[in-house]
């Protein structure tokens, strides 16, 4: 026996309208990154009452650092303490690679640099904290966003794109790339990171990749 009412009838899809839609999306999608600011200070002229609170999360940041710089410490006493002198360097490195309070304490210096660096009517830091920034803000670019925007064409699997590899001539492709950072193909071994991948794209240098990391 049919249950299905009579007035439902399956229809197909229409392909050419959902293509439109998605391409619609893409272009609102690349009209608003290119429309938001791409500094902090930009953000600021955009959204003035932020200014009051940075100093507010600055001291929030050094908080979480002070916490995490004693783990961090007692973590070392004790290997000072209890590892023999020949093995303390592995155990140090150990807790540099492992230990979570490292991880934590890294990443609020990196938010306290930034921040600071972003008040304004503030003072400067050197051209080697600015150059920081500029390295922080490479090395966080989303690298899928990235061989987009420099014409690798990209095909999703699972987690992981893949795409021909720009380096060598193949017609299967076996370069992939591991979001959010990492790339490696398994036909030249060329691997690396945002920063590599667009010296390898633009052939260009190291300083200039950075460069045009904050542009994409």
């Given at each position: 026996?049919n249950?299905?009412?009579?007035?439902?009838?399956?229809?197909?899809?229409?392909?050419?309208?959902?293509?439109?839609?998605?391409?619609?999306?893409?272009?609102?999608?690349e009209?608003?990154?290119?429309?938001?600011?791409?500094?902090?200070?930009?953000?600021?002229?955009?959204?003035?009452?932020?200014?009051?609170?940075i100093?507010?999360?600055?001291?929030?940041?050094?908080?979480?650092?002070?916490?995490?710089?004693?783990?961090v410490?007692?973590?070392?006493?004790?290997?000072?303490?209890k590892s023999?002198?020949?093995?303390?360097?592995?155990?140090?490195?150990v807790?540099?690679?492992?230990?979570?309070?490292?991880k934590?304490?890294?990443?609020?210096?990196?938010?306290?640099r930034?921040l600071?660096?972003?008040?304004?009517?503030?003072?400067?830091?050197?051209?080697?904290?600015?150059?920081?920034?500029?390295?922080?803000?490479?090395?966080?670019?989303?690298?899928?966003?990235?061989?987009?925007?420099?014409?690798?064409?990209?095909?999703?699997?699972?987690?992981?794109?893949?795409?021909?590899?720009?380096?060598?001539?193949?017609?299967?492709?076996?370069?992939?790339?591991?979001?959010?950072?990492?790339?490696?193909?398994f036909?030249c071994?060329?691997?690396?990171?945002?920063?590599?991948?667009v010296?390898?794209?633009?052939?260009?240098?190291?300083?200039?990749?950075?460069?045009?990391?904050?542009?994409?």
């Amino acid at each position: 026996m049919n249950l299905w009412p009579h007035n439902i009838i399956e229809q197909e899809p229409d392909w050419k309208f959902l293509d439109f839609a998605w391409k619609l999306k893409k272009e609102w999608q690349e009209e608003l990154r290119k429309s938001l600011p791409k500094t902090e200070t930009g953000w600021f002229e955009v959204f003035p009452e932020a200014k009051k609170i940075i100093p507010e999360k600055i001291r929030e940041w050094e908080q979480r650092a002070e916490i995490a710089r004693t783990l961090v410490g007692k973590a070392l006493q004790v290997i000072e303490i209890k590892s023999k002198e020949k093995n303390r360097w592995f155990w140090r490195e150990v807790v540099k690679y492992t230990f979570s309070p490292v991880k934590e304490l890294a990443e609020a210096k990196k938010h306290i640099r930034r921040l600071k660096l972003a008040l304004p009517g503030e003072k400067k830091a050197s051209k080697v904290a600015a150059w920081q920034l500029l390295l922080d803000r490479a090395r966080e670019a989303d690298i899928v966003r990235v061989a987009e925007a420099l014409g690798l064409r990209l095909k999703k699997s699972g987690e992981r794109y893949f795409a021909l590899c720009p380096q060598h001539n193949e017609r299967t492709p076996s370069f992939c790339i591991y979001p959010p950072a990492r790339y490696y193909c398994f036909g030249c071994q060329i691997n690396g990171d945002q920063i590599s991948f667009v010296q390898m794209m633009e052939n260009c240098s190291f300083v200039d990749a950075i460069r045009k990391l904050q542009t994409i």
